[in-house]
């Protein structure tokens, strides 16, 4: 397989790129790494699942066993609103391997880990300018889009988080499946490519984006392809069985997604999936050709969508001379389009992105050569706004990714200092009894319990045998001591923000009042419900909150503070910027 000439141009993209991901050597572990870290040094409080045909589990967070559930919300591990049916578990056994190469020859260097994700990722930019070429010809064109897939923002998150290294491997392998499959179609027209339908099966088992490389192989037969239709059906066939043999696996090996709100399995929900689909995919619009990271979604108003839609018609517009006359623009556009669709199974984000800024690189580029030949409208109003369009297109992918690729290389650091790092680092725990259960009443993040303790045991130190969340999110709360041994707590946003935590219960098992759950020593019951999300909870002890069975914490501008409860029938007000309930 012969890489690229090594011309100015390509060692500038590739430089480039590279430049602006090296902050994400200062990452760090952040987030699901302990928990990745402590499977694979067998160091971890969480308790493993069952996971055939997968060397460590890493990605088998919760299997929808109601038992385990339950375990793991007794430890703290799962807040006490977990659906007990809630799943999320993904085959990515390859992926497992290189993280457990990692944490088996350099477990203490995370910057060593980052410079493994390095390698694919360069890897991956090689690669995908190497398909351009192919593709694009020898042009501006190509160019365009080499610089535009280098810097891509939405590469920032899966290149910069170790955790999210499944992506980059997945859509590396889906450049490899779609540049093999081009030069199988283009040369002798052999009945099968082994070596095309081999990368896919790689792709898939590194992750679920790799079924990306269908929607860029169903362009390409669609729209790029020439000859009978017959034959360019037949030459899908490989992959759909490769396809179908990795889902049928997937099933029996007991890997899915259900009862969450933020995985949603096409194939188990179908419905609750298309009612998403075009809230999620008109985000995910945004985020792909207007350079509005999808994860912003939820603090922009709902007219967004709109906006985003009207811009992609004013774009469409601009580009029909284009798409009349170029194949390979209707590919590459068809192809991102069709990628959007399975990342929409989930809550929107840039890293989502990753297959799709493929297809969206080589159209733009495409449209960008096209603009600066006068290719598109030679004179009149379709010129003018033509000029605003492409300056605007160019301003944004290469002007304002450029900017964001290191701030998303490093968002997940950002993420694990402001909500996690120094609270679950500063936290006194050194003298507590085994006995006695610490309480965290309002942390910032829902699976707060198990970050935690997963920061903990990989700086060294002690960590409690479990640690009970009451609440979680940047709401204030509102906490009433009713009894010796019961409070209540209420927000009138709820005690949980079901959008971005509803990851272990989605809306399709909403919560009623009167609903308990009853954990090892605490019941929670539902006192107050809006759209199946608790306002109110009370929370009943099976010993005195004063007893020293407790040590009530809460959090308080990023640090883990000793909270006094107030006395019998009396309310004080809790925020994540508040010292109301710190002790001395």
Same mark, same amino acid.
């Given at each position: 397989?012969?890489? /690229? ?62 038992? &385990? ?35 088996? /020859? ?24 190497? /398909? ?50 081009? &030069? %199988? ?44 239709? &017959? ?35 096409? /194939? ?59 194949? &390979?623009?209707?590919? %590459? ?24 800024s493929v297809g969206a690189a080589g159209f733009l580029g495409l449209l960008l ?216």
């Amino acid at each position: 397989m012969n890489l /690229l000439p090594l011309d100015k141009k390509v060692v500038g993209a590739l430089l480039l790129g590279l430049l602006l991901a090296l902050p994400s050597l200062w990452v760090g572990m952040q987030l699901d790494d302990y928990f990745h870290w402590g499977l694979v040094t067998q160091r971890s409080q969480v308790l493993q699942t069952v996971s055939p045909a997968s060397p460590y589990g890493l990605f088998s967070f919760v299997d929808g066993d109601p038992a &385990r559930v339950m375990d793991l919300m007794n430890l703290g591990l799962a807040p006490w609103w977990t659906y007990p049916q809630v799943e999320y578990a993904f085959w990515r056994p390859l992926t497992e391997l290189t993280h457990g190469l990692d944490y088996s /020859l350099w477990p203490q260097h995370p910057m060593l880990m980052h410079v493994h994700s390095m390698l694919y990722f360069g890897l991956m930019l090689v690669f995908g300018f190497r /398909l351009f070429r192919k593709i694009q010809g020898d042009s501006a064109a190509w160019v365009w889009a080499m610089f535009l897939f280098a810097l891509s923002y939405t590469h920032g998150v899966p290149a910069g988080w170790l955790a999210n290294r499944n992506a980059v491997l997945a859509v590396l392998f889906v450049i490899l499946t779609l540049s093999s499959h081009h &030069r %199988w179609r283009e040369g002798n027209r052999s009945p099968l490519d082994f070596r095309s339908s081999i990368f896919f099966a790689l792709g898939l088992l590194c992750g679920e984006m790799a079924v990306t490389a269908g929607a860029y192989l169903f362009a390409y037969a669609m729209v790029l392809e020439r000859g009978p239709f &017959r034959d360019r059906l037949f030459s899908l066939l490989p992959y759909g069985v490769i396809g179908a043999a990795w889902l049928g696996m997937r099933s029996l090996l007991g890997y899915g997604a259900s009862g969450s709100g933020h995985y949603i399995d096409v /194939l188990q929900t179908p419905g609750l999936f298309i009612q998403t689909l075009v809230g999620r995919g008109l985000d995910l619009l945004g985020g792909l050709f207007w350079v509005v990271p999808p994860e912003l979604g939820s603090g922009l108003p709902e007219i967004r969508r709109l906006a985003y839609l009207g811009l992609f018609v004013g774009l469409m517009w601009v580009a029909w001379p284009l798409l009349k006359t170029d194949r &390979r623009a209707r590919f %590459w556009l068809l192809g991102a389009l069709l990628c959007l669709v399975p990342v929409a199974s989930t809550i929107p984000h840039s890293r989502l992105l990753i297959a799709a800024s493929v297809g969206a690189a080589g159209f733009l580029g495409l449209l960008l050569q096209a603009w600066r030949t006068a290719g598109l409208a030679p004179s009149g109003a379709r010129k003018a706004a033509t000029t605003v369009l492409a300056a605007i297109l160019v301003v944004l992918h290469l002007g304002l990714s450029a900017l964001l690729l290191p701030l998303e290389m490093v968002s997940m650091r950002m993420v694990g200092d402001n909500y996690l790092n120094s609270g679950a680092q500063s936290w006194d725990l050194s003298d507590i009894p085994r006995e006695t259960t610490p309480i965290l009443i309002n942390p910032p993040l829902s699976s707060a319990g198990g970050y935690i303790n997963g920061v903990r045991a990989y700086q060294g130190l002690p960590v409690a045998a479990k640690t009970w969340l009451l609440a979680s999110g940047l709401q204030p709360l509102t906490l009433t001591v009713l009894n010796d041994h019961t409070l209540d707590l209420y927000s009138p946003e709820g005690l949980y923000d079901p959008v971005q935590e509803g990851v272990l219960r989605g809306p399709q098992a909403p919560f009623a009042v009167g609903d308990s759950v009853q954990l090892a020593g605490m019941i929670v019951t539902v006192m107050e419900v809006r759209n199946g999300v608790p306002l109110r909870a009370r929370f009943q002890f099976a010993h005195p909150l004063s007893s020293d069975h407790y040590r009530f914490s809460h959090w308080n501008s990023g640090q883990v503070a000793p909270c006094v409860l107030p006395g019998k029938q009396q309310s004080i007000e809790l925020r994540v910027d508040s010292a109301h309930c710190a002790g001395p």
